[in-house]
């Protein structure tokens, strides 16, 4: 029989949690992928995030999971704000680069800044901009809630998912499913009509921050929060 019972892998009640058992089970969960950046006194941090989390509406209320060990979400707490920039199916480079330590995170890249400052990468389907309003310790990692400030969606298309390790895109169930994709009342309430001019900000290969370039970018009117 296919589905035959097998005893639990995990039983942290029995003593005891093996790590690498339990991580191989939450990895059955698929997310979406972003990277939560912020900026650190005019310098781009960033690191790739799949715990993010939407929390509530009313406040609007987002989360995500920073781990203890991570080198990079001191900084973004240092600077009391973080933005979300939500993954595009053809966004896996950009993921592993943000969870690499090997090479500088925004060498060469371009981006644009909303409200707190914080990086908007081109590219992505949309992103949160977020004010650091709480803390949770939480085990092994903390949980960084952050109010909403500024959003948008900046792009139709499959987003980024992260699944047993590996980096795939959403495949709608039905036709009808794909074509809501452009048309759904959501995506048409965030697509204001309405444009604005954002300021380019570029990172040499040397890390240093060019900005006020004549290369800006348009992109899609936010919808200020607060
Ligand atoms: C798909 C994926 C999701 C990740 N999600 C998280 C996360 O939710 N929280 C976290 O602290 N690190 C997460 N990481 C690890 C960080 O991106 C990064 O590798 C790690 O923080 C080390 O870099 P740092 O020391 O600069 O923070 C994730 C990595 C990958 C590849």
């Known amino acids: 029989m296919g ?53 509530s509406l009313l406040p609007p209320l987002v989360l995500f999971c920073a781990a203890n060990d991570s080198q990079t979400w001191p900084q973004i707490k240092s600077t009391g704000c973080f933005n979300v920039n939500i993954l595009a199916s053809d966004q896996g480079k950009l993921a592993r680069r943000f969870a690499s330590r090997d090479a500088p995170r925004f060498a060469g890249q371009t981006f644009f800044t909303p409200a ?51 980096w795939g895109a959403h495949r709608p169930a039905s036709r009808r499913r794909r074509l809501n994709w ?3 009342h959501l995506a048409r309430s965030l697509h204001l009509s309405d444009r604005r001019r954002v300021a380019d900000v570029r990172v040499d290969d040397t890390g240093a921050v060019q900005t006020g370039g004549s290369a800006g970018k348009r992109a899609q009117m936010p919808i200020a929060l607060l």
């Open 116 to 166: 707190t400052g914080s990086p908007v990468l081109p590219g992505v389907l949309a992103y949160i901009d977020c004010v650091l309003c709480d803390t949770h310790p939480a085990g092994d990692h903390t949980i960084a809630v952050g109010q909403v400030v500024e959003a948008a969606k900046l792009r139709d298309g499959p987003p980024l998912v992260f699944f047993a390790s590996t």
């Open 3 to 55: 589905n035959s019972y097998l005893p639990p892998t995990i039983q942290a009640a029995s003593g005891g949690c093996d790590p690498v058992a339990l991580r191989a089970i939450f990895a059955c969960f698929a997310t979406g992928v972003t990277v939560v950046t912020a900026n650190v006194g005019g310098s781009p941090v960033g690191m790739t995030v799949n715990s993010f989390s939407s929390t």
């Open 182 to 184: 452009r048309g759904s």
